[in-house]
């Protein structure tokens, strides 16, 4: 039972950062899995899971745009934190006992969709040019000096 299946046009081109982005879609189809078995204890589980690890890749992504001097990163970061409010709005209607599962699936693919489509593949670019360019300068100095 597979809700959304992860494709290549999701890939922001950063093996760590596609890493997190699987992972949170895994706990969105973990969660599509828990509601239709309405297994209530493990769609409770899979949501805080999936709030806090989304919060951590959020911090991480965060870190990476700061180190690679992308200049949206305050923006980004706005986007972020108003997403993570959103959900913790929604895991706290799922604990007063609504069922807002249904809702939670289709907005956290649209959002996360549409997030990663323009501002994730946005900031990739600037962070993979920076690292190569890091690169390509460290290894200059090692043979140049
Ligand atoms: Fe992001």
């Not at 760590?16 to 973990?30: G, L, P, S, T």
């Not at 899995?33 to 409770?44: G, H, R």
């Not at 409010?85 to 007063?96: F, K």
């Not at 994730?120 to 300068?137: E, G, H, L, N, P």
């Amino acid at each position: 039972m597979i809700y959304w299946p992860w494709d290549e046009s999701l890939s922001v081109g950063i093996d760590v950062i596609d890493a997190q982005h699987r992972r949170i879609v895994d706990y969105i189809n973990d969660l599509y899995v828990a509601k239709q078995t309405k297994d209530q204890d493990k769609a409770s589980t899979i949501l805080t899971g999936l709030r806090d690890y989304t919060r951590t890749h959020f911090v991480f992504e965060e870190e990476v745009m700061r180190q690679s001097g992308y200049p949206l990163t305050d923006a980004h970061k706005k986007v972020h934190d108003a997403f993570a409010l959103h959900i913790d709005h929604y895991v706290q209607q799922h604990e007063s006992g609504k069922d807002v599962t249904a809702k939670l699936l289709s907005e956290l693919q649209v959002w996360l969709t549409n997030h990663i489509k323009r501002d994730d593949q946005d900031y990739a670019v600037c962070v993979t040019r920076m690292t190569q360019k890091s690169w390509v300068q460290r290894t200059l100095r090692r043979f140049f000096g």
